[in-house]
T-cell receptor
Framework: AQTVTQSQPEMSVQEAETVTLSCTYDTSESDYYLFWYKQPPSRQMILVIRQEAYKQQNATENRFSVNFQKAAKSFSLKISDSQLGDAAMYFCAYRSDRDDKIIFGKGTRLHILP | NAGVTQTPKFRILKIGQSMTLQCTQDMNHNYMYWYRQDPGMGLKLIYYSVGAGITDKGEVPNGYNVSRSTTEDFPLRLELAAPSQTSVYFC?????????FGNGTRLTVT
């Protein structure tokens, strides 16, 4: 069975600085999708960025980018120029292309220091 | 366009009671999912469905049942509620890519 591991329960970063959140996963599949979701205190789940495993190029969305290392099964999220509104729980997620199951890591709580 | 709608938003149940959490989506998505999120934790997959008439167990299916009679609806049934089922429940849907989430149902079992 696939697993998703986020080893950093909490992180803090100074406003305007850069922070990287870690995610590793375990799978025997070659085709899959990876996602980062943000959950602010409102409890709403917001998609931050997605990556298809067959794409070698790392995905970017404005200040958010990923470092996807398929062989290492690593999928880290980099947030540049951190803003107060980035404070939230961040979840890494894996979608199997075989059975369409989507599983999540335990999350990293990100604090932004003014 | 409402997206994914969950009802109710809040519910308090007594131990042993049953209830159904409703989820409906208007995006014609084939895939639908139920997750639970315990305080300070990640989302655990309860059940999911890849289309009408098809359901599969997720990571934590015990104590729950689902059905998928239409593309739009994916209700989650709790039988004999237990305190361990106190959680926030999220329904989500997707086509082939990212999930669209409902706003969640906060359930307390006392």
């Amino acid at each position: 069975a696939q697993t998703v591991t986020q080893s950093q329960p909490e992180m803090s970063v100074q406003e305007a600085e850069t922070v990287t959140l870690s995610c590793t996963y375990d799978t025997s599949e070659s085709d899959y999708y990876l996602f980062w979701y943000k959950q602010p205190p409102s409890r709403q789940m917001i998609l931050v960025i997605r990556q298809e495993a067959y794409k070698q190029q790392n995905a970017t969305e404005n200040r958010f980018s990923v470092n996807f290392q398929k062989a290492a099964k690593s999928f880290s999220l980099k947030i540049s120029d951190s803003q107060l509104g980035d404070a939230a729980m961040y979840f890494c997620a894996y979608r199997s292309d075989r059975d369409d199951k989507i599983i999540f890591g335990k999350g990293t709580r990100l604090h932004i220091l003014p | 366009n409402a997206g994914v709608t969950q009802t109710p938003k809040f519910r308090i149940l007594k131990i042993g009671q049953s209830m159904t959490l409703q989820c409906t989506q208007d995006m014609n998505h084939n895939y639908m999912y139920w997750y639970r999120q315990d305080p300070g934790m990640g989302l655990k997959l309860i059940y999911y469905s890849v289309g009408a008439g098809i359901t599969d167990k997720g990571e934590v299916p015990n104590g729950y049942n689902v059905s998928r009679s239409t593309t739009e609806d994916f209700p989650l049934r709790l039988e004999l509620a237990a305190p361990s089922q106190t959680s926030v429940y999220f329904c989500a849907s997707s086509s082939r890519a990212p999930l669209h989430f409902g706003n969640g149902t906060r359930l307390t079992v006392t």
